[in-house]
Each structure stands twice: as structure tokens, then as C-alpha cells.
């Protein structure tokens, strides 16, 4: 079936989720919902479809659109998802889902009692970099792994636009909250087990451009997972390099580095890798993330009837239930048992 979207909050990460719905095959953009006027036309030549603008967002909701995608600020995103669930729409959630446990946990109470479908945009789970990584892991290239690390390095300073906002408690919310999410939730991707328990550490950088966030720009996490295995999660949004998002995973059988693999079961030449032909996470850019993909298996799902695969609402709320725990064991200083977050 087709479904016309409904976006709420017209700025950097909405135009890219306009384009990626567009290019879908159920998906077309029909409302924009803004705090500000815009002008229909202009916004319909620049997505390609006739998009009707709001200012007014229970009209909106009111309107004859199946979906709501929301990109507006993080601490609006609880109001925004109980309200659209509550009129019926299926939701597109931008990560962060929200900026506390509590009002995470309410948004998928909202979903479910409306028994529409939910996503939240951990994209990073639909590059062909961690699809292939999922696929060898369960062909068993690396056998059983027991340690893995994937870190987000990415200095957001005022020449990225989220610094505008994001240098806040309010908004921002914390290193992980901010951008260190999508590591955190790969990781969790990966290892196959729940974790148990996780310990915390947090810094900032010295430097002018960093002082102006309210909260720790660096944290670093480590996981311990109920099948006995170990990782590690470093948040580090205040360096001054390119942006890398490190990926190793170690396993009875290989290792996995990057888009690199080396593995001894297969046969595969000793003490050397094999390069992955694959498209990396190499970017904080909006654009150059995988959203049409995502939101094309949320579609399809959606047809189905099903919750979809990889970065449903009830798979990313355990990852928002682990960001949480690190987030309060850096503030405690003190392990943190999951079993704190229910």
C-alpha cells in the first residue's frame, strides 16, 4: 500500500528523511509540520511531492497522512509520539528517542497501546557495512565473540549545525544521547546477549569550543554481557580528526577490524586481512546516511503487519535501556546493573 508521511520539524535531519521517503516505493511526503510558516510550493519543488505545510501540529495530525516522521528536538519527542500514536499514525522516530528512560519508556507504552508501528533511526544498521558484518557473524566466520568495541569519534564544534543546539542539557542531553548512540546500539547489534551490567567513565576536552556544552563530551563504557563476554564503548564528540566510527569485534574463530576481516576457519591467508567490499560509517552527515533503506523495510514491514527488522521501537528501546545505564554509572561513578531500568 502507499502511505503519505507527515513530517514534524523542518530542519537538517528532516530534509534528508523527506528525500530517503521519497525515493521509497509506498512512502511520498503529503504535510511538513513547522514551528515557523513555509510556503507549500517552495517545499514541494524541493522534495518533488505535494507536500501541504502546518504550523498548527494537531491539525496536521488530524489530516489524512498514515505516518509521522519526527526530527525535531529531542526534548519534544515524547509530546510529539504520544500524540501522534494517539491519532493512529505509525511513527519514524530520529534518535535520540528521547532524553530520559522514563520518557523512552513512554513512547513505546504509547505505540504499543495504540498498536501502531514505531521505528527509531539507528540507520547505521542498514549501511552495507554492518549488514555484511551481521551476515558473517552469523555464517560463523568469527566463531563466538567474546570482545568487541565500536566507537564514535566525531568533534561536533560550531562548524557542524547540531553545535547550535546540541551543546545543552536540555537538548543535547549527554555524549551518548547526542551522536555516541549509534555506536552503542552497533555494538548491541553485534554480540548476540543481553548485558548485565556496565561501568562508566566521562571528560571533556580543554578547548574553547568544547566549554560551551553543559554536559561530559567524552564517555567511555564498558559492557558486561550475560553470556560471560566483554565491550567497550567510547562517545567522544569533543576531538579535534576526521570522523571515525572504529569498529572490532574478536571472536574464537577471527577478527573482525573495520572493513577488514580475518578468519581461520574459512581458510582465508594467514597474518593478513581480507578488505570488505562495503560502504562505511564515515560520516556524520544526514545525507549520507542510509535512511532509504531503513525506511523501506519499515514500509514494507508495515504492510506486513509486522514490527520491523533490526531498528524496531522494541529493539531500540534496549539500547536506549543500556545508554541510560552508562549514563547514570558516569554519573555515579559506579557500576550500574541493568536491572535498574525496567
Known amino acids: ?35 515557523r510558516p513555509l510556503d507549500d510550493a517552495e517545499v514541494s519543488a524541493r522534495h518533488g511531492s505535494e507536500i501541504k505545510t502546518f504550523t498548527d501540529l494537531d491539525e496536521m495530525l488530524a489530516s489524512d497522512i498514515d505516518v509521522v516522521s519526527i526530527t525535531s528536538y529531542p526534548n519534544q519527542h515524547r509530546a510529539q509520539a504520544e500524540a501522534a500514536a494517539k491519532a493512529g499514525k505509525h511513527i519514524i522516530l530520529e534518535k535520540p528517542m528521547a532524553l530520559t528512560w522514563e520518557d523512552c519508556h513512554a513512547i513505546n507504552a ?54 547550535r543546539w546540541n551543546t545543552t542539557v536540555e537538548n543535547g542531553g549527554s555524549s551518548l544521547l547526542s ?6 546500539d552497533a555494538l548491541l547489534l553485534c554480540m548476540g546477549s543481553k548485558v548485565e551490567e556496565v561501568t562508566a567513565y566521562a571528560t571533556q576536552s580543554k578547548h574553547e569550543i568544547f566549554q560551551k556544552y553543559e554536559y561530559p563530551t567524552t564517555t567511555t563504557s564498558l559492557l558486561k554481557f550475560e553470556n560471560g563476554a566483554v565491550g567497550k564503548v567510547a562517545s567522544v564528540i569533543d576531538c579535534m580528526q576526521p570522523y571515525y566510527f572504529h569498529t572490532h569485534l574478536v571472536g574464537s ?8 576481516l580475518y578468519s581461520s576457519r574459512f581458510g582465508l591467508r594467514d597474518k593478513k586481512w581480507t578488505e570488505l567490499p562495503v560502504a562505511m560509517a564515515d560520516s556524520g552527515d544526514v545525507a549520507d546516511h542510509p535512511y532509504e533503506a531503513q525506511f523501506q ?46
Open 297 to 342: 523495510a519499515f514500509f514494507d514491514a508495515t504492510d506486513r503487519g509486522e514490527d520491523m527488522p533490526r531498528t524496531s521501537i522494541k529493539e531500540s528501546l534496549e539500547s536506549f535501556r543500556v545508554l541510560f545505564a552508562c549514563d547514570r554509572s558516569a554519573a555515579e561513578g559506579r557500576p550500574v546493573k541493568l536491572s535498574e531500568f525496567r
Open 110 to 163: 504509547a505505540v504499543e497501546a495504540a498498536g501502531v508501528k514505531a521505528c527509531v533511526c539507528f540507520e547505521i544498521r542498514f549501511i552495507s557495512q554492518f549488514l555484511t558484518t551481521s551476515k558473517l557473524i552469523e555464517e560463523g566466520f568469527i566463531g563466538d565473540i567474546h570482545y568487541g568495541e565500536v566507537d564514535y569519534y566525531h568533534g561536533i564544534g560550531p562548524w557542524y549545525g547540531q553545535y
Open 1 to 35: 500500500m502507499s502511505y503519505k508521511v507527515g513530517i514534524i520539524g523542518y530542519g537538517w535531519a528532516a530534509a534528508a528523511h523527506a528525500d530517503a521517503i521519497n525515493g521509497t516505493r509506498q512512502g511520498k511526503v503529503a504535510a511538513i509540520y513547522s514551528s
Open 253 to 260: 574463530e577471527g577478527s573482525l577490524l573495520d572493513n577488514k
Open 179 to 184: 551522536a555516541g548512540c549509534h555506536a552503542l
